[in-house]
């Protein structure tokens, strides 16, 4: 089993900048492509942004030019920086993690508990 912690989640204004991580345990993490998706209150989980395990980065429309999703094999961790949030970007996000490669939560066997970001107007 791999087990993935979400932290860095908080409160912070529009415009303002977040960062998260996503710490990996239990198998090789760098066979693993990385995924962001969120959560808000009554909507879907939706796709965020995805870095494989060869370091290629995938990021959904509403993350292009908004955030940086990277990560560190050397500390099993993976990360999301946020960008110019906004008060839509609030939600619950979860890191998950796959041996293959998509932006469906179907495509992912792994997730964490998620972190809340509530970005205020």
């Known amino acids: 089993q791999l087990q993935l912690v979400e932290s860095g989640g908080g409160l912070v204004q529009a415009g303002g900048s977040l960062s998260l991580s996503c710490a990996a345990s239990?198998?090789?993490?760098?066979?693993?492509?990385m995924a962001w998706f969120r959560q808000a209150p009554g909507k879907e989980r939706e796709f965020v942004a995805a870095?494989?395990?060869?370091?290629?980065?995938w990021y959904a429309d509403s993350a292009k030019g908004r955030a940086t999703v990277a990560r560190d094999n050397g500390k099993n961790t993976a990360y999301l920086h946020m960008y110019r949030l906004k008060p839509e970007d609030t939600a619950v996000y979860y890191c998950?993690?796959?041996?293959?490669?998509?932006?469906?939560?179907?495509?992912?066997?792994?997730w964490g508990q998620g972190t809340q970001v509530t970005v205020s107007s």
């Open positions: 998950a993690a796959t041996t293959g490669w998509g932006q469906r939560e179907g495509d992912y066997e792994y």
């Open positions: 239990g198998r090789t993490f760098s066979v693993y492509s």
């Open positions: 870095i494989s395990s060869s370091d290629s980065p």
